[in-house]
């Protein structure tokens, strides 16, 4: 009898482990291959012009992006910062099952005025790529962020505030020493004005990188680099080469998730 009893829970034990075994490699093939898309936006207007010399593809309207947000959490996806994408990358925490990182390259007023209290009003996470010759300025007929907001919207906990280099250029056209300069300057003066950043996230001008630039910013500090278009996965995440997806003037949350789908 006593013989009998111990056979089952031998058995038992050996059900237990076999399940958890198997639950366990659910888990990994589910996470194996995560899309880790990244949306890239511009400036904002309220009145989209009736012409545009870049073919609207840098701008987008308020009302736009709030109902992309709202689509996008509507059909599931969670808003993850660069921090977070970072600790998952190095089996620090795991990803959901459909994570998005919502990044503004340039640093325009407009991110300020319309697209932070729509962040905090839907409690999504997103990145700011400053350019930071211009912060405070008005280039072009184009507002810039002011230190001030930068740290307001970095403080919500909402906004990281990264870097889009010191003076917007083309980095593929430069020696290396001056391109290393440009960017560890520009973190500086990041650093200057909002604190110390554990983590430092470059996102290169026009997209314009050699294998040299990308090496140099590497051994000089620069913890990920975002550099092209496409698309993101978490069993080949590199931080030194990630992708975005363009998002043009009121392209609909629908599309934005079509674009997703079919984007490799």
Not at 163 to 180: A, C, E, G, N, T
Request: aromatic content about 12%.
């Amino acid at each position: 009898m006593k013989k009998n009893f111990l056979i089952i829970i031998l058995v038992l034990v050996l059900i237990i482990v076999t399940v958890l075994a198997i639950l366990s490699r659910t888990k990994k093939d589910k996470n194996a291959n995560v899309k880790i898309p990244i949306l890239l936006y511009h400036d904002f207007v309220t009145t989209v012009p009736d012409s545009d010399p870049d073919n609207f593809n840098y701008i987008n309207t308020p009302q736009s992006f709030e109902e992309n947000i709202k689509v996008l959490l509507d059909n599931g996806y969670t808003f993850i910062s660069f921090q977070e994408l970072n600790d998952a990358n190095n089996g620090k925490i795991s990803l959901s099952e459909k994570p998005i990182l919502i990044t503004f390259d340039d640093g325009y007023y407009s991110n300020y005025e319309y697209v932070f209290p729509i962040l905090k009003k839907y409690n999504a996470n997103a990145s700011i790529f400053v350019v930071t010759d211009k912060i405070g300025k008005e280039v072009d007929g184009k507002r810039y962020l002011s230190w001030e907001q930068c740290k307001e919207m970095q403080d919500s906990g909402l906004v990281e505030i990264f870097s889009h280099s010191k003076r917007h250029v083309f980095y593929d056209k430069l020696p290396v020493r001056m391109i290393r300069d440009d960017v560890t300057q520009s973190y500086k003066i990041i650093e200057e004005n909002l604190g110390n950043k554990d983590l430092k996230v470059f996102a290169y001008p026009y997209g314009a990188y050699t294998k040299e630039t990308v090496w140099v910013l590497k051994l000089n500090g620069i913890d990920m680099q975002v550099y092209d278009l496409g698309m993101n996965y978490s069993n080949s995440f590199n931080n030194d080469f990630i992708k975005r997806i363009n998002i043009p003037c009121e392209m609909t949350g629908t599309e934005i998730i079509e674009e997703i789908n079919s984007t490799n």
